[in-house]
């Protein structure tokens, strides 16, 4: 496992900055940010996201901390204390309000899973292997998520690449042959036509990652179908989420309309505990950090699927950006 920590500010929305805190705190040296320390980084990464665009002509430098900054870093770090109130237990950083410094706690399970996924929303950093790993067991931790948020009688399943589990559609290799399966599972017809269109050579998921249903008791069809994507990247901002609609997913001619899922490693809240923003919202299920955290159950025994990402960024030591 390797990783070249150089975080970009993919996302410049508050959500989004606060958890480069977090991340920047858990890499450095000492284990700890101040505010003031977090501004000049914030405005250094800034800079340079700016000169990698090509678009610094009319732009100015950050040769001084001006008083918009400065407030702007006040306002991400009463955000930081919001998330301490929310997740207690759960969230593996201390505030000292009067040194204004962020510094990691000592570590545990709860706070384990928290850093999970920080980790995903820094995916990137890690290199290839590693990235493709962190995107696996998003995906396998997400379905424990729908585990238990469905029905206990709920059949819920993989069908995505990334994972490393084998199972009822991930065991099939052609996205072909996977989508097929999954129509016989649901008792509705494949549209062959469509199907016939996708390469031999697709191993893909056709944007869908987990699959999941509500069987009835009387074991008849149709039932509630649900087609869930998980994206630990920033795509999701931009509508990757659609991949996994009906509208895109035009492969099998459901009896009903499924249901659109999205499971993100961010926490796409304001301090409020309500959503960030509601035009991103689209006509899905969104389950981000915060519904993922609140119905995970059992963690020493899901642990396992994100421990060794949590023990080697613990032990990791950021090299200063110059």
Not at 178 to 199: C, F, H, M, T
Request: hydrophobic share 35%; glycine share 4%.
């Amino acid at each position: 496992m390797n990783i070249d920590f150089e975080p970009d500010i993919v996302i410049e929305d508050d959500f989004a900055i606060v958890d480069l805190v977090e991340i920047l705190c858990l890499t450095n040296l000492d284990n700890s940010i101040t505010r003031s320390d977090f501004l000049n980084r914030y405005l250094k990464l800034k800079e340079r996201k700016s000169v990698s665009e090509k678009n610094t002509s009319g732009s100015k430098e950050h040769s001084e901390i001006s008083d918009n900054d400065f407030t702007y870093s006040e306002d991400i770090f009463n955000q930081l204390e919001y998330r301490i109130r929310l997740y207690e237990d759960y969230y593996p950083f201390n505030y000292d309000e009067s040194n204004e410094r962020l510094t990691v706690k000592e570590r545990s399970v709860k706070g384990d899973l928290y850093i999970f996924f920080l980790l995903c929303v820094y995916h990137n950093c890690f290199d290839d292997s590693t990235d493709r790993k962190l995107d696996g067991k998003f995906e396998e931790i997400s379905k424990i998520v729908l585990e238990s948020y469905l029905s206990k009688n709920a059949e819920i399943h993989l069908f995505g690449k990334n994972s490393t589990h084998g199972g009822k559609f991930t065991q099939i290799n052609k996205l072909k042959e996977r989508i097929v399966a999954l129509a016989e599972s649901l008792d509705e017809e494949p549209i062959l036509k469509r199907i016939d269109g996708l390469k031999e050579t697709d191993t893909g998921d056709g944007g869908v990652d987990i699959v999941a249903w509500l069987p009835f008791e009387d074991g008849n069809y149709p039932v509630p179908v649900f087609l869930c994507q998980c994206t630990i990247g920033k795509d999701w901002i931009r509508g990757k989420h659609l991949e996994s609609s009906v509208i895109n997913f035009n492969y099998i001619a459901f009896t009903g309309i499924p249901y659109s899922m999205l499971c993100i490693p961010h926490l796409f809240r304001n301090s409020e505990n309500k959503w960030y923003s509601d035009y991103r919202m689209g006509s899905f299920i969104l389950i981000d950090r915060h519904r993922s955290m609140s119905l995970l159950k059992n963690l020493d025994k899901i642990k396992v699927e994100y421990k060794e990402f949590v023990d080697f960024i613990v032990d990791y030591s950021e090299k200063p950006i110059g």
